[in-house]
């Protein structure tokens, strides 16, 4: 949703100043803040792209201002003259004296930086994300090159659907969703995987966060906003996720929580059988 925001807002405008207000908002890029701002000052914005959890603005000059949000980022589109927010952390001013682009950062866990654009199958991409896998939902994800790669790992299926160097964009919340719409556990491991339940969570990735995005995301506070504030609303259909004791939508066995990787993993115990023995 933030990715379609900056297609939206900020697409063919010609960026006039970029005010950096907290260092540490663009401690990736090393040259400093005064060459970040000085890079970017009359270049053109000509798209807006997303993989995994990097967003980026492809520019005219063949760069690319590259952003993870980390837990708490947020790119705002704000009227000249709006009240800084609180966590204000880098401001884009435009040409045509247009709506501000904010980036900020309660946590500053985030972070901007300049990347050149290199090719990776057709698709411009910073090169210091070119490592990372394309997403489900990205028009050249190959279903079947990625089904035989998932099946070739040897680890657990939910390990592997994180992996940002096998399929990006996932995440926990819709990684426990696509493993419940395939009815398998987070603990199968990938080498006993068939070719159709390699494809079928791979799909019912793809289907849950394209349905997350038509919701207009999955937000749990109010720093999961869009660029104009606004929370998604995807949360109110999680089948599995954050639904520990709460009845399965499909069986009505209670959803069951287990630690996983510091974090939590939510499954049906009927439909999502934990996989017997050893590997």
Known sequence: MVRAGLEAHVTGRIIASAEVLHPRAVRRHVPGAADFAGRLAGVKVEAARRRGKYLWLDLADGQALLAHLGMSGQMRVQPPGAPDEKHLRVRFTFADGGPELRFVDQRTFGGLALADLVDSGGTPVPDTIAHIARDPMDPAFDLAVAARALRARRTEVKRALLDQTLVSGVGNIYADEALWRARLHWARPTERLTAAQARAVLGAAADVMAEALAAGGTSFDA?????????????????????????????????????????????????????????
């Open 223 to 279: 720093l999961y906003v869009n660029v104009n504030g606004q929370s998604g609303y995807f949360d109110r259909s999680l089948n599995a996720y954050g639904q520990a004791g709460r009845p399965c939508d499909r069986c009505g066995t209670p959803i069951r929580r287990d630690p996983f990787m510091n974090r939590s993993s939510f499954s049906c115990p009927r439909c999502q059988p934990r996989p017997r023995g050893p590997r």
